[in-house]
């Protein structure tokens, strides 16, 4: 599976962005996806992430309620709707596919996903 991330930006704070993911691989419906976020000399975050057909839904408590992840399995995408962005939401932006239909260990633990984008920065001001 390879991941393309588009729709980073600077943004004023207050403002939104939306996020997308385009995978490409016949695996993408069967994998449990996720968004993760860093920033230089942090370890990298979990953000949201997804299950296989978009029913189960699970958020950091730093986004719950003002980001929203989804996903087009027709169109092998996933999306991060972010909105409220405040400026400690600056950082470059990941997606990750479990390459599973369940992660273990926790959605939020990177270890859990095996493929990576090469990110999309976001800069909040």
């Known amino acids: 599976v390879q991941l393309v991330e588009s729709g980073g930006g600077a943004v004023q704070a207050g403002g939104s962005l939306r996020l997308s993911c385009a995978a490409s691989?016949?695996?993408?419906?069967?994998?449990?996806m996720g968004w993760f976020r860093q920033v230089p000399g942090k370890e990298r975050e979990g953000v949201a992430g997804i299950s296989t057909g978009g029913g189960s839904v699970a958020y950091a408590d730093f986004v719950k309620g003002r980001f929203t992840i989804s996903r087009d399995n027709a169109k092998n995408t996933v999306y991060l709707q972010m909105n409220s962005l405040k400026p400690e939401d600056t950082a470059m932006y990941y997606c990750?596919?479990?390459?599973?239909?369940?992660?273990?260990?926790?959605?939020?633990?990177?270890?859990?996903?095996?493929?990576w984008g090469q990110g999309t920065q976001v800069t909040v001001s």
């Open positions: 691989g016949a695996s993408f419906s069967s994998s449990y």
């Open positions: 990750a596919a479990a390459g599973l239909r369940y992660v273990s260990g926790g959605w939020y633990r990177p270890t859990a996903y095996r493929y």
